[in-house]
Each structure stands twice: as C-alpha cells, then as structure tokens.
C-alpha cells in the first residue's frame, strides 16, 4: 500500500515552454501533498506544501509564479513549470502524506533546452 | 532548527559485510525518525522509521534504533548484497508527518 506514481517520468522541452508534472496517490486519499527537487547528487530541497482544496505553502526563495502548484483532489496534485529556462532542469519528486508518513513518487527528470 | 547529519559516503563494502551509517539528529520536540533509499534514476523508497524513544525499525534486514539520549538513528544491517547499492537518507519530521528534513544521503557501494 502506499504508492505514488508521477507522470511523465521524464520530459524534454524548449526554453520558454511550460510543463505539467501529475503527482497521483493510488491507493489512498492524501489531503497533502509535497513537492521537492534534486540536484546531481545532493538532498532534497523541499519546494512547496500543496493542501487540497486551498493554496500551495511555498518554501522562501521559490517563485510561487513560476512553479504552479494545484491539488484538485485527494489523489492528484500538479506542478507546472511555467516559462521553463535550462537552471529549471533537475529531478522534481512529489510526496503524499497518510499515516503520519511521506509516500513518494518515483520522480521526474526535466531537461529544458 | 531542526537538522539531520550523516556519515559522508561513499561507503563500499564487500558483500555480506556488516553495514553502519550513522546519522544523528537535532530537533526541538519529539520528532518521527526516517531512512529513506533511493536507487539509481529512481525517487525515495520508505525503509523503516520510528516515532518514539527506544522505538526500533527494521525491514529487509535493515534495523535502526531511535536514541534519545544521543541523539541518534544509525542504520544497521548484517550482512548486505549488491542489491542494497543505493543512496540512502536519515531524515526527521514533525509528529504529524509533515516539514521533513532530509540528511545530506549516503552512497552506498556493495562489491561482489
């Protein structure tokens, strides 16, 4: 129990264009959500808190603007990277919270040309 | 704030070796300890956790105590396989799940 799916896995895009990341809960409702990113071999850096049916809690010194968060339902909160420049590229991995615990997802590459 | 530090990989063992990665941790509170493995290409795996003092969490042979007085979380196993080659995370949060702070990972190298 306790899975997480993301979609798509990975993505290429042109600079300028923006991209839809789903982050789905399977098999079990998750009023929260969370999105972090990766760099090359490092930790992960915590973006945003998205809560279902309200607005997504940013962490200091993320464009709230430029990375839209919407978490429309108990299973399905979306990152989009608007207006995608290359320093956008990274690894970008979502979890969802049940029992106390963060599920997460097996994450998305996003290269941006 | 709260913090989580780990011992600085890679670390490269031979297989059925027996496996320590220390992790310890400051936090205000009573925080849930967590390892999390992540393979190659791939996102965070759950290990195991623990949410009080003297709490232990195992799981495929993996252990790690919740150490109050030290402040401490070290990862455990036995005997490891090539398969365990992985980056592995220590992290805390919140009683409530939430706000999870991550360690800097583990790289872990299993030789057969």
């Known amino acids: 129990g306790a899975v997480v799916s993301q979609h798509p896995s990975w993505v290429i895009c042109k600079s300028g264009t923006s991209v839809k990341i789903e982050c789905r809960s399977l098999d079990f409702q998750a009023t929260t959500m969370f999105w972090y990113r990766q760099f090359p071999k490092q930790s992960l850096m915590l973006m945003a808190t998205?809560?279902?049916?309200?607005?997504?809690?940013?962490e200091q010194g993320v464009e709230k603007d430029k990375f839209l968060i919407n978490h429309a339902s108990l299973t399905l909160s979306t990152l989009t990277v608007t207006s995608a420049h290359p320093e956008d590229s990274s690894f970008y991995i979502c979890s969802a919270l049940t029992r106390e615990t963060q599920y997460f997802g097996p994450g998305t590459r996003l290269l941006v040309l | 704030g709260n913090s989580v530090t780990q011992m600085e990989g890679p670390v490269t063992l031979s297989e059925e070796a027996f496996l320590t990665i220390n992790c310890t941790y400051t936090?205000?509170?009573?925080?849930?300890l967590f390892w999390y493995v992540q393979y190659p290409g791939e996102g965070l795996q759950l290990l195991l956790k623990?949410?009080?003092?003297?709490d232990k969490g195992s799981n495929k042979g993996f252990e790690a105590t919740y150490r109050k007085e030290t402040t401490s979380f070290h990862l455990e196993k036995g005997s490891v396989q090539v398969s365990d080659s992985a980056v592995y995370f220590c992290?805390?949060?919140?009683?409530?799940?939430?706000?999870?702070?991550f360690g800097a990972g583990t790289i872990l190298r299993v030789k057969s």
């Open positions: 936090a205000t509170g009573y925080p849930s």
């Open positions: 623990a949410t009080k003092a003297d």
């Open positions: 998205s809560n279902e049916g309200s607005k997504a809690t940013y």
């Open positions: 992290a805390l949060s919140d009683r409530d799940g939430n706000k999870l702070v």
